[in-house]
């Protein structure tokens, strides 16, 4: 077996506001968050072939996803989770640490030499994290064991399992009750439900869709105690791809919908590095220094992300708009040319000039299919969408509600499986802030004034603006239809009643012009089709009545809880608002039957 070769860990953590060391630039880069949970008791002769399995998988994950930064989130217990993190940090991976509860308190769970391996690993990570106490808790209740403690730990394995992309399980295979285990963890990942932590209305709730985030990487394993082998049909040292996948819930490679996930967000990582100068220099930033001060630290990484998302869409929307125009001209101007030929002109250099219309539309067509323009422009359009709400939730100490849900959970659950490459963005962007919601009155006062905003800001103002103009392009749109009508009566009124004493030199032009005409009505119609431009004036009204009478209750509100209650419905409004327009404009993308249509 080949060694894993080292490399160097970034100075940052992830989505940093920092420069790359190599461009001078903002590092876009997404992270691949590899979660730890495993046994305590591992048998003391099994650790270094386990080692070598974990650093198999560390390092096929990094072989396979270049673009991205492969960090290992651990809660550095005894046992697995730091066998994981020492290897991790011999690959150069950074280390992100979350502690099931304040640190002074989760020390009591170690004797004094493994205090200080665990002080000395909290020394080398990147990042740590204290997960707050549970409603309920005091530091008082969960200073020795018992059901508030234990509580804490089932709080981290959901915190794991929601801000990874693989669960990494060093585990015998036994189902266990214990709350808050391995087990129970891999249960959750697998389907959102721990008994004993999950309520029961979370649990009634749960989407029977297939979810991108089931993903867990099995080595098996030993525990020293009695019984402690693996559970029957399982080996020690085996590993597997461990999903819900009811034909085949284990195996040797990640499967295709997991892949396919992982390459689009590998897609989207890739491109934000290669575009950071430009995005550096062109980004629009929903947060400033100043803004920044009186905020949660955690926000800069999701407007990190946003940033980058945003760029993108801009940047493909421009290739989708051009391709769209470019494509319907060329229909429009090939029409033209073969009525000039019937009619008026026929010469072998407009026969020429018919083909290399022909042609420009279908290179121009197949430029965009090949490049995916269309399908990126909405992926990141909805991610920005996405990471736009996320952010002033996060801003503003919105919670979903739930123990056991964060705001990534649910967006565009019931859609194409292939978008949980955008949950995948978005869980990794919001961790810190779902560390802990941020209950400081200036968070909400925040949101509302730069995510509602008025008639002139915020998305009520982007809403007004983006109606206006659509209702314009929609009226262009019928007058051009209705001077189509009437130009065309006009003409066919008149070859009836005089047509048969004009001449052929005046008949032709008239019956050519009228061709023209119908051919751009046509043309138009079909690209106000293609660009959905009815619907979306409609959707831009009602989204600009939601953020309205939004602004209208919170301005009338009493409290920040009811504030914030607001701001959560306003917000879940405006992902189910985002998932209905990628399903409208992904009925209409760029593709060889578009290009068939415009023939």
Known sequence: MATAPEYAAPAETPFTAGPDRRTGARSYAVPFIVAVTGHRDLVSDEIPILRSRVRDCLFSLRYEYPSRIIVVMSSLADGADRLVAEEALKLGMPLSVVLPMPRVLYEEDFTPESLEQFAALCGKAAEIFELPLLPGATPQSIAESGPNRTRQYAQLGVFLSAHCHVLLALWDGKASDLLGGTAATIQFHHHDVMPGYTPRVTSSKLN?????????????????????EPAPGLKAFETS?????????????????????????????????????????????????????????????????????????????????????????????????????????????????????MLFAVVNNALAVRGSWQRKYLDYRTLAEGLRVQFYWAAAGVTSGSVSKYAHDNFLQMQDTELGWIRNVMRVAGMECDVAPNLEPQGVQFAVQEWIGDDNSGQLGYYRRKSAQRIVEHDSTMRIGRLGIWATIIALTTLLFVGSALSDEVRTPVVYLMGIVMLMVGVRQSYAKTTAEAELIKQYEFMYRIFRNARRRIDGADNDADRRRILKVLGDAALEEHAEWILIHRERSIDEKEGIKLG
């Open 241 to 357: 791809w461990f999903t819900t996948d009811e034909v085949n819930p284990r195996t040797a490679e990640i499967s295709t919908r997991h892949r396919k996930v992982f390459e689009y967000t590998n897609e989207f990582s890739r491109e934000a590095q290669n575009n950071a100068a430009a995005i550096d220099r062109e980004r629009y930033s929903l947060l400033t220094g100043e803004q920044a001060a009186t905020l949660p630290a955690g926000l800069w990484d999701i407007n990190q992300a946003f940033c980058a998302a945003d760029w993108l869409a801009i940047h493909y929307q421009k290739k989708v708009v051009k391709t769209l125009q470019g494509g319907h001209v060329a229909a429009f101007l090939t029409a033209v040319g073969y009525l000039t030929y019937t009619d008026l002109l026929s010469t072998p250099m407009m026969i020429g000039g018919i083909i290399s219309l």
């Open 208 to 228: 029977l869709t297939e979810d991108e985030s089931d993903l867990v990487y099995h080595i098996v394993c030993s525990r020293e105690r009695p019984d402690g």
